[in-house]
C-alpha cells in the first residue's frame, strides 16, 4: 500500500508568491494532520481535520496559512503571500479512528527567498 | 496540553552499544508512538505504544502508562540508528499527538 504522499517535495519560491503544499492520506484513514518542522521551533501541529472537516486550526501560525481537504483522498496547505519566515519542512500525516496511529509523508521543504 | 519530556536530548556512542532513550508526559494517554527522523529528514514509526512492552529486531520499547513513562531500548547499535528520535503523546482529541523535543543519537563506526 501506498504511505502518505506529499507533493512537491521541494519548493523554492520568491516572498509574496502563493504557495500549494498538497497531501494524499493513506487510504481509509479518516483524519489528516499539518506539520512543519524548524530548527528553532521543533515540530509544530498547525490544523487537524477528522472525516474532512477541520477540528483544529488554532496552531496556524496566522491568516497567511489556509487548508482545505475536499474529499477523503486530498488535502491543501496554502500559503498567501510568503514570507521568508516560512521557510521550513511541511509533513502531513494521517490515522484512523480504530488506533490514531499516525503516518507521516516525506515531507515539502519549503524555501522563501 | 500534555506536556512531553524527552532525554537525554544528546547521545554519542560507538558501534556495538546499547542505549536507552526515555520519555516522560503529564497526563494520561491513549496514544504513544515512538519514531525515527533519519538523516533525510523521514519521519519513520518504530513503535505504536501506548502500553506495555514491544520488540522489533534490535529495538524494544515499553511503556508505563501508569507512571507516566516510556522507554525505548536501541541493542546493538548501527550507524545507520543515527538520527532523531521522537516521543509522542496523544489524548483522546481524533488522535492529535504532542511531540517531545527529540533525542539526537549519533552512532560512530
Known amino acids: 500500500d501506498a504511505g502518505v504522499i506529499q507533493s512537491p517535495r521541494h519548493e523554492v519560491t520568491e516572498m509574496g508568491q502563493e504557495v500549494t503544499l498538497r497531501c494524499k492520506p493513506i487510504?481509509?484513514?479518516?483524519?489528516l494532520f499539518w506539520y512543519r518542522q524548524t530548527m528553532m521551533r521543533g515540530l509544530e501541529l498547525l490544523i487537524y481535520?477528522?472525516?474532512?472537516?477541520?477540528?483544529?486550526d488554532s496552531g496556524m501560525p496566522e491568516d497567511r496559512f489556509s487548508a482545505k481537504m475536499p474529499n477523503a483522498s486530498f488535502s491543501t496547505l496554502k500559503i498567501q503571500p510568503s514570507e521568508p519566515r516560512d521557510s521550513a519542512v511541511y509533513f502531513c500525516?494521517?490515522?484512523?479512528?480504530?488506533?490514531?496511529?499516525?503516518?507521516f509523508g516525506p515531507g515539502t521543504r519549503l524555501t522563501v527567498t | 496540553g500534555i506536556q512531553v519530556e524527552q532525554s537525554p536530548p544528546d547521545l554519542i556512542l560507538q558501534e556495538g552499544a546499547n542505549s536507552t532513550l526515555r520519555c516522560n508526559f503529564s497526563?494520561?494517554?491513549?496514544?504513544l508512538q515512538w519514531f525515527h527522523q533519519n538523516p533525510w529528514g523521514q519521519l519513520i514509526n518504530l513503535f505504536y505504544?501506548?502500553?506495555g512492552t514491544k520488540q522489533n529486531g534490535r529495538l524494544s520499547a515499553t511503556t508505563v502508562a501508569t507512571e507516566r513513562y516510556s522507554l525505548l531500548y536501541i541493542s546493538s547499535s548501527q550507524t545507520t540508528d543515527s538520527g532523531v528520535y521522537f516521543c509522542?503523546?496523544?489524548?483522546?482529541?481524533?488522535?492529535?499527538?504532542?511531540f517531545g523535543q527529540g533525542t539526537i543519537l549519533t552512532v560512530h563506526p
Open positions: 500525516a494521517s490515522s484512523w479512528d480504530r488506533t490514531y496511529e499516525q503516518y
Open positions: 487510504s481509509g484513514h479518516n483524519s
Open positions: 481535520f477528522n472525516n474532512n472537516v477541520p477540528i483544529d
Open positions: 497526563d494520561s494517554v491513549n496514544n
Open positions: 505504544i501506548p502500553s
Open positions: 509522542a503523546v496523544g489524548g483522546t482529541s481524533y488522535g492529535k499527538l504532542t
